[in-house]
């Protein structure tokens, strides 16, 4: 959501610089009209020309924009229906506009719905008028029930699906990745092979590096020991 | 002194690959021409479950060479000792981490040599898979003896069990990781996961870089079975 209103706010104010722009340019235009009158240069009016439409173009470009959020689907409502001039508003347009009434603005004002939708309206609200109360009750019911029904069928169609999916996907795992750690650890360092048959004693004084040598050696000798103590019998190496 | 550097070829590359792969004759001859031997090995490695084994296997089988016969199993004993000052200061840095030298010796093939690996870090930079620095080496059987008196400490040991397949150069493993019980025996094991680590890997020079889209692309069959991958043990945490 505060995306959606960060990007709102970005794309306001940057078609407001370009609505700015315009209007300047307009102006400029107005002023060159009235002061230069019948003795006009022509090529200096085509100048301002394509400037304005050039920055119309690039107002229709930011609109376009794909970070520019669907205007279309904004609602804009007017907080305040007055007829008195506003002074905020004055001082924004320079004067121009004293109040946003119906006068200055007929077409963003406008409740009354186009012609064709006016007419089913009308159409709408006279059949309306006719229905009796207890048959719009019965038929609201009907009209209930059916939508529950097509609602359940497409859930119940959506959980076949998923569940279908994901059977088919969910093959029987071969290999377990903390195995293939485990045994490649084994291997290279002898990681669960060692025997330990006394605790590390003066290790965990050392320093950091040291520890794990010192343990190695440790073990290593009591390893010893208990091999020759426990192969005396079968030892392999006795050839 | 030739003589002996080509013995170790021919043993480096005849059992670069675990126990009981059939020779691969051309190479041996031509690193005894070239005297290049493939010390970078490319490396995807992954896992599946191992309810999801038989599938992974079928799949293998059909991607890679000799499809017709059953794949190779094979079942490894692994002894990891790490090489280090362990009584000098612990200063931190890689230094301090000591060498990390694997023996491994078949155990469904007890008259096999055991094998030397050394593995370095991975290389920096976008490869489509793990490269590394690594070099095997045939010993006898008496290495661990020896490594010891160089003053290696045995780090941790674990059990390998699985199918070995290969597609030209590439090797794939796949193979079950076991805990070595307390009694060193071949029944005591324990599985570390419930999973099958798959390992894809070829060997090859600084100068052939081309394979890794070979490894790639016979990666990217497998999914979404596995998810192969390029994961560097250490930044899966201390032992």
Sequence with gaps: ?239 | MNSQFTKVIIYELTMALPMSVPHVGETIESAIKNQIVPDQEFLLQGSVLDTSLGVVIDRLRGLCDNADIPPETFHDHEVVYLLKDFNAPVTPGPAAQGVMLRVRRAVDHPELPYQLRYVGYPELGNYPALLRNCLDVPVSSNVCEFLQELGAKLDHEFMAKGYIMKKGRIKVTVFKMYKVGAGMSKDNLEPLTMSHMVELSVLTTKTDMSVADDLRALADQLKPLVQLERMDYRRLGPP
């Design chain 1, 1 to 239: 959501m505060q995306r959606e209103e960060r990007a709102m706010d970005a794309a306001l104010d940057a078609i407001l610089q370009r609505v700015v722009d315009i209007k300047g340019s307009l102006q400029e235009l107005v002023v060159k009209v009235e002061r230069e009158g019948e003795q006009a240069d022509w090529p200096s009016y085509l100048n301002s020309f394509s400037v304005i439409s050039a920055q119309i173009y690039t107002l229709m470009k930011l609109l376009k924009n794909e970070k520019t959020p669907i205007l279309r689907n904004y609602l804009t409502l007017p907080l305040q229906l007055n007829a008195d001039p506003d002074e905020k508003l004055l001082v924004a347009t320079e004067g121009r506009v004293p109040s946003f009434s119906h006068d200055f603005v007929p077409n963003m004002l406008r409740t009354k719905p186009e012609p064709d939708v006016e007419q089913r309206h009308l159409a709408l609200e006279a059949k309306m008028a006719q229905v009796n109360a207890d048959t719009a009750q019965k038929q609201i019911n009907v009209h209930n029930k059916v939508v529950k029904h097509v609602m359940d069928l497409v859930n119940t169609a959506r959980e076949e699906w998923e569940t279908e999916t994901a059977s088919r996907t969910n093959q029987p795992q071969t290999c377990s990745i903390n195995e293939t750690q485990a045994l490649i650890a084994a291997l290279g360092t002898g990681k669960g092979f060692k025997i330990r048959t006394q605790p590390p004693g003066p290790s965990p004084t050392m320093t950091q590096q040291p520890p794990p040598q010192i343990n190695t050696a440790n073990k290593a000798v009591s390893a010893v020991k208990t091999n020759i103590k426990a192969a005396t019998a079968i030892h392999p190496y006795s050839r």
